[in-house]
């Protein structure tokens, strides 16, 4: 009965197992039947024997993606993840080809287009992932030793490609890249920014996700990430801002790491990275910057509102205001971590009116309109926030807010003076 279930299996012209997940056929019950039989007794294991084992195997791995659908039956599912970990197992040698369609179902364009063929693709992997580790670190291997110390902006794309299959399958069955992960901290140390880019991206994303345990699982490679907001390269320093925020949502027990980090380029010699990093934090949520981010942070942001550099200052400005609208309410009540982190943020603001410059003073009156007191048609309302702001400034910074209200009138002023004149000109005429 085996001989004749395999030779249902592959007669010469046809294939019969691409049929069984179609519960609506005629004939379902005789393909279940040969499924079943193939999962319980192995007959599978035959193909070994045959000098076309490779091209069968491969071809067998095929159908069975192919084949899946949203509706599979669960039990012709676990019987394709039955039969293809039999064969995973048994194998002496995979052939690549046959390592290439497992990977291809983690591609991010297939994964959309044939979920269903992922789903088996994450737990065949997961089911073998002793046996495919090897494989898995073997394929990665040869793309980036390939690449050598740099990568030719021709091959950048099929890089990116492998790179975007990595975190794919640390989602799916992050235990086949066991010996894949440290391949990625030694890309942290190429030559060719390009390639430390991509590192410091794809890791980035994996430290960050959500429920992730990378970060503990190898210490060593999240510090040698930690490391590239030190790199040479302005662009790879500015990439790894990027992650900052998903790290303190994700993460909370790396804050203080990320804190830390941060700090350090709040001084940064390059503007475009201090900016990066003010822009950061005035976007990040009030949940992480309340619990998650500490004062010694929000001091170093607060510095930068003096910064040499007029860019640097704008986002530092933006960011200290936003985060005190954020907290505006629980200022209110006087939460006591409200009160020390941001309530200080209005007086530090306006005491930057007293370094004489133009474009700051459109900065503090910009901070002051959007974030620090917004309109609001209810006057009880907008007046218990202006009279809760000057609580909080020293002499120095009430001098300086009265002093916009005095810019103001002296704008109206001298609006109303030229509309006059020019009225008059007018009328002259």
């Known amino acids: 009965k085996t001989v004749r279930c395999f030779l249902y299996l592959h007669p010469p012209d046809s294939f019969q197992l691409q049929y069984v997940t179609d519960d609506t056929d005629p004939y379902f019950d005789a393909y279940f039947y040969l499924l079943e039989n193939l999962a319980s007794v192995k007959i599978m294991l035959l193909m070994f024997d045959l000098q076309n084992c490779e091209e069968l195997l491969t071809r067998l791995f095929r159908e069975f993606f192919n084949a899946m659908r949203e509706n599979t039956q669960k039990i012709v599912y676990g019987y394709f993840i039955d039969i293809m970990q039999q064969l995973i197992e048994e194998a002496q040698v995979l052939p690549q080809e046959t390592i290439d369609i497992i990977l291809y179902q983690f591609l991010k364009k297939r994964k959309e287009e044939h979920p269903a063929a992922y789903q088996l693709a994450s737990a065949i992997s997961r089911a073998s992932t002793d046996k495919l580790q090897y494989y898995v670190c073997q394929y990665f291997s040869e793309v980036i030793v390939s690449s050598g110390k740099s990568v030719a902006p021709e091959v950048l794309s099929d890089f990116k490609t492998a790179h975007e299959l990595i975190k794919e399958l640390n989602r799916a069955a992050p235990g086949l890249l066991l010996n894949v992960i440290p391949q990625l901290e030694e890309e942290l140390k190429l030559d060719d920014f390009n390639l430390r880019i991509l590192a410091t991206q794809v890791l980035g994303e994996m430290f960050s996700e959500k429920g992730s345990s990378l970060a503990v699982r190898y ?54 990275v201090r900016i990066a990093f003010c822009k950061i934090l005035g976007q990040i949520d009030y949940d992480s910057a309340h619990n998650l981010v500490d004062a010694e942070l929000l001091s170093a942001l607060a510095k930068r509102c003096r ?69 609001n048609n209810d006057d009880s309302v907008r007046v218990e926030r202006i009279l809760t702001v000057l609580k909080s400034l020293d002499g120095k910074a009430k001098k300086g807010f009265f002093s916009l209200f005095q810019r103001q009138r002296d704008a109206i002023s001298d609006m109303e003076i030229f509309l006059g004149l020019c009225e008059q000109i007018k009328g002259d005429e």
């Not at 662009?235 to 790290?247: G, H, N, S, T």
């Not at 200290?320 to 603001?349: C, G, H, V």
Request: hydrophobic residues 40%; negative net charge.
């Open 219 to 272: 210490e060593n490679v999240w510090q040698i990430w930690l490391s590239r907001r030190n790199d040479k390269a302005t662009a790879v320093r500015i990439v790894w801002a990027d992650y900052c925020i998903p790290l303190f949502q994700n993460h909370p027990e790396l804050a203080k790491q990320v804190n830390d980090a941060i700090k350090s380029k709040m001084s940064d010699p390059d503007e475009k």
């Open 307 to 375: 910064d040499r550099k007029h860019g640097v200052r704008q986002e530092a400005i933006n960011a200290l205001a936003r985060l005190y609208n954020l907290a505006f309410s629980d200022i209110l009540i006087k939460q006591e971590k409200a009160m020390t982190n941001f309530s200080w943020i209005p007086k530090e603001i306006l005491n930057t009116l007293y370094t004489n410059d133009n474009e700051i003073v459109v900065c503090v009156e910009k901070a002051l309109e959007e974030h620090i007191l917004p309109h």
